[in-house]
């Protein structure tokens, strides 16, 4: 068990040549590394940063015109709907001017309807009292003739009145006799 502790103590003991072999060794890499392996690896990182940086202004860019085709997006839609919006009024007024025009058209028509209806009551009113008259003369003329042609006393009136009132046909037109 000796071996464990001589390790130890061989560790812990500070030996100048191997510092300074240590230190020599390490200054050697350093300088072949930085002869060999620094100038590649600064390109790499010089290179890896220009890619980097044109990475961020091609994203710049793209960003600025991605925004810009918003924009014009924006504007776009709201032309479409102020256009939309304008459609929409003129379609009402036109559908507001072809209904007045309907009413207009259907007014004049009842008023036409109306004075032709009164036109057409009127002439039948005329033509009930040109006929009404042409009636009550006939039956006018009748009764003069059967009183002219006879000469009566009451009794006689009454019975001839009644024997023409039975002659009259149920529509109230006396009836023509020759």
Known sequence: MLLPTVLAADFLQVRPGLIAWTLLTFVLVALVLRWKAWGPILSLVEEREKQIASAIESAKRERAEAEKLLADQKTAIA???????????????????????????????????????????????????????????????????????????????????????????????????A
């Open 79 to 177: 032309e479409a709907r102020r256009d939309a919006a304008e459609m929409m009024r003129k379609n009402q007024q036109d559908v507001e001017k072809y209904r007045e025009e309907l009413m207009a058209k259907s007014r004049k028509e009842a008023e036409e309807f109306k004075a032709q209806a009164r036109r057409e009551i009127e002439d039948q009113k005329a033509k009930a009292i040109a006929e009404v008259r042409g009636l009550a003369v006939d039956l006018a003329i009748e009764a003069a003739g059967k009183l002219i042609s006879e000469r009566m006393d009451d009794a006689k009136h009454r019975a001839l009145a009644e024997q023409f009132v039975k002659g009259l046909p149920a529509g109230g037109a006396p009836s023509t006799r």
